[in-house]
């Protein structure tokens, strides 16, 4: 898994980024499949989820997930709030989890999508799926903004700049080629920089530049750039396989005994 032990240290929030290996999946699971959409076997996916949580020293029993529909709906998890009333929202449609409770890991599943993590100095996190609608629809940024508000931030650009924001391995600027009017949308919402010459999408420097706009600074924006098309036996990736294939991960949770 790729993580950052450094930020753990400093506010007590560990993320990951999974990869293929690890797991009891297998076909074209195998083997760390972590998404019970994809007609795999619910029992194994679910030791999945147990063995990246358990590497991680997450709780293993609440774990926040997300029917995932390629929006820019956001929930939000206080610490006051009813984790089952708000997983019970997240399964109706949305695609990012807002964190501001201890001990309660948020899980989104990837297949050539861009996985956002975003983490507040005040431990605070987000968990976001940004695929080429929601990267383009300003997903990062409004995830930016609920952070903000869940930690009772008036000024969210002032709270942006403080943040770290991770995105994990996707589908690359190198295989992600779009149709005249995908490129024509990137264009518009972030301009040239995300979108190359020969038709082919950015959806880091998309995802970027939306953060950046709502306040966040470049310096603390990471990328994994690893392109799961093109590194299908390391990640799952939804082109490479042609549809057929499990899911990676992206979790975040912070401790506090």
């Known amino acids: 898994m790729l993580t950052d032990e450094a930020l753990s240290q400093a506010v007590g929030v560990r993320i990951a ?21 994809v007609s795999d076997d619910a029992d194994a996916v679910l030791e999945n989820r147990r063995r990246v949580l358990e590497a991680l020293e997450a709780p293993t029993v609440a774990c926040l997930t997300c029917n995932q529909v390629h929006g820019t709906h956001v929930v939000v998890l206080n610490d006051a709030d009813d ?18 409770a201890a001990n309660t890991p948020a899980l989104l599943c990837f297949a050539d999508c861009a996985p956002v993590i975003v983490v507040s100095p005040t431990g605070t996190f987000s968990v976001v799926h940004a695929g080429w609608r929601g990267a383009v629809a300003g997903i990062a ?58 038709g082919h999408v950015s959806l880091m420097e998309a995802i970027a530049a939306d953060a950046c706009a709502a306040g966040a600074s470049r310096e603390r924006v990471a990328c994994a750039n690893v392109c799961t098309r093109c590194n299908d036996q390391a990640y799952f990736s939804y082109r490479a396989s042609g549809g057929v294939c499990g899911r990676h991960g992206a979790v975040a949770f912070r401790r506090e005994d």
């Open 17 to 37: 980024f999974t990869g293929r290996d690890g797991g009891v999946s297998g076909g074209a699971f195998s083997s760390l499949n972590l998404g019970l959409h």
């Open 83 to 100: 984790l089952t009333a708000v997983q019970r929202e997240a399964q109706e449609g949305c695609d990012g989890a807002v964190v501001a």
């Open 141 to 198: 940024s409004k995830a930016l903004r609920a952070m903000a508000q869940a930690d009772g931030w008036a000024d969210a650009a002032a709270y942006a700049r403080g943040c770290n924001l991770y995105i994990g391995p996707h589908i690359g600027v190198e295989c992600f080629e779009c149709g005249p009017d995908v490129q024509q949308r990137f264009l518009d919402a972030f301009g040239p920089a995300c979108v190359r010459a020969d």
